[in-house]
């Protein structure tokens, strides 16, 4: 094969012999977190080989990656950080990350080692010593570059440490997948891996058939089953659910319900950063059913879990332009094109989906010109330790919380409130003249809306938890008040 390795300026002192030193572990999957973010950024592998000339030659895992200076599109099939594919060339045993970089790595060259790096840059190797690298002591190389960046390289884990050269930072190494050493994002296995007494708690709103509800609806493991394809549980479901729009009820209940979840080769909730997934019935008006996300990870910083996410996350609803969701245009081209839904209250088909640790489905946003479905974790136990909201058994199945004015055909909901918050008005009155207006307990007013339609959608996320008192207005008329609460 024709060879790609720029050529050695200096090598001294010699190569040192019987040394590993590759730059990546041939037979794992490689995460690392670019110095900007707190979560796994870039998981790394070897998708398949190749043997030519005696060099080895090493294809990398492709993910959707930002068009720089062009937010409306993304790319798929897109090389990370350590290119293309990687070359090991024999006998010297350089490494090549090849396609579209060439940089070169002379991994076995010793201290005080000088040569072309490639990207018009030098190196010199500056030090070796021993460091912790993910809880081992291992030896590591600095490779000090002409540009005033660095890169780290230890013995037996690769490259722990690479320049961002195109937005600056570094990318370290953070941990092996599905091994002993540092993190690694959870899987399918992971995510779906209760307990029996664990308890998890959801928040419910939906529409359909012009009936709007709101429910809390909580899930207690009674029985656990592990199998080789997955686990199968009993839940017993307690649920209160409040139906408006219609005739105005409380509906509140007691279910055993069975649950099996199933690995399969697609499984969503083990995809890895930056790779992608197409959403479910999704639909746009340019004209094609093909809706695409990828897969980033994110901290819910309500129940402080990292998530594993795909589409819009619940906050972004009220987004004009969603920032994770693209169509494609041509399926030969790999631009994919951002979508944007215009019905911000009636979206279109599965737009997003959450997974945490542990507690499986975390969050879900989907619906249609005819129906919406929004579900959000808000608390659980697990090991008897309780994290976040979760509601006594008594108050669901008796007590019913909710703010109506029933005379003056107003209802606020839901009750509590989590990220937004409804007012539907029944009247024949124009309903441009009315508006709602939240204080706090001290009195202050916190927030003030116009209502344009039948049904008003307000963002209440911004504002703290507690309980505020509404007003709802009909010019200088008050037609209804009464007390919510946010969290």
Known sequence: MKKIVPTLLVLMPAIIIAQNWDP??????????????????????????????????????RVVADVHNDCTIVKRNQPQFLSTFLVKEMPYNIWVAADPYNYLFPVTAGIGAQGSFGNNLTFEITN??????????????TFSLSDGNEFLLSKNFGLIKFPDFENGGYYTLTGIQNSQYGESIPDFWDIFDFEVEDVFQFSVEGMGGNVFYNAVKKYTVVVKEVSMTGFTYTFDEIYKTVYYGGNNSTVSGFLT??????????????????????????WTQQGTGNVFSRVRLEYDT????????????????????????????DTASDILNKFSIV????????????????LGEVWRAEGSFEYFFNKRLLGYVKDGDTVGVITPDS???????????????????????????????????KIRNYAIELRNLTGEAVLRKDIQNNTCRIDVSALPKGVYVYTVTYGM?????GKVVIF
Not at 312 to 322: G, H, K, S
Not at 407 to 421: D, G, K, W
Not at 477 to 481: C, D, F, L, N, P
Request: hydrophobic share 35%.
């Open 128 to 141: 070796i010593d021993i460091q912790d690298v993910l809880g081992t002591d291992d030896s590591v190389k």
């Open 343 to 358: 019905d911000n209250l009636f979206p279109d088909g599965t737009k997003g989906v959450g997974y945490g640790k542990g």
């Open 302 to 329: 309500l129940l402080n879990f990292p998530v594993k996410c795909f589409g819009i996350d619940l906050p972004l609803m009220e987004q004009a332009n969603y920032p994770d969701l693209y169509y494609e245009l």
């Open 395 to 429: 108050v669901l199945l008796v007590g019913v919380r909710e703010s109506s004015d029933m005379q003056n055909n107003i209802s606020v909901f839901p009750n509590p409130a989590f990220n937004h918050l409804f007012i539907h008005i029944t009247s024949d009155e």
């Open 257 to 282: 319900i069975n649950l099996t979840f199933n690995e399969s080769e697609n499984q969503t909730a083990s995809l890895m950063p930056g790779q992608l997934y197409l959403i479910p019935d999704g």
């Open 24 to 61: 990546i572990r041939v037979n794992d999957t490689m995460n690392y977190t670019h110095s900007d973010s707190i979560h796994i950024t870039n998981s790394i592998w070897v998708n398949s080989t190749n043997f030519i000339n005696g060099d080895s030659i090493f294809y990398l895992n």
């Open 477 to 481: 008329e008050v037609k209804g008040r």
